[in-house]
């Protein structure tokens, strides 16, 4: 244990999964409910709209929470896989990147109006941070130059400290860099993505 493949495994398809939930969950929610005209309607209504978002955020949360367990279950009773770290240091950097990616949801998803377009935007989010960020295997391997923007990707952020407590036992006080970057760059997204969204 700890040196295995599946070690690594899956710490990085935790993160994958949080990606996955918010990139698809919300951003393709709120394309679909704009191709149907629905977000006129919800914008017409005496609802705060950053409620409206809100309310995204939160169903990832639970979502993601239901998921992460039953993937780390199997782990645990299939290849005797257990966290090192607490499961509150682990959830808060689930939640840390829900808001990340949920603000790359609502950005990506701000002016689209067709689902052909929001599945090309949405896969080229994904599919550089799948192959590159360490989700299936080691991104030590790229070229010594590419390491630097490597480790600035979200999903690299989120994949290697879900693996620091998964596998090193780091808490809290070792996680506020990584949280305060998922964090402020999720918040930087969806302000931008917030500021161009087109409810008609």
Known sequence: PGTRYIDYLIPGLLAFGVMNACLWGIGWSLISLRMKKLLRRMAAAPMDQNLFFLSFATARILLVTVEAAFLMLIAYLFFDLVPLGSLLSLFLMLVSGIFCFAGMAVLLACRT????????????????????????????????????????????????SVRAVYLEGQGIADLWKPVLILVASGAAMFTVGRRFFKWG
Do not use: C, K, W
């Open 113 to 160: 109006e067709n689902t052909q377009v929001g599945n090309g935007l949405i896969n080229a989010a994904v599919m550089p941070m799948m192959l590159v960020s360490g989700v299936f295997f080691s991104y030590h391997g790229f070229p010594e130059f590419l390491q630097p923007i490597i480790r600035a990707l979200p999903l690299t952020v989120l994949a290697d």
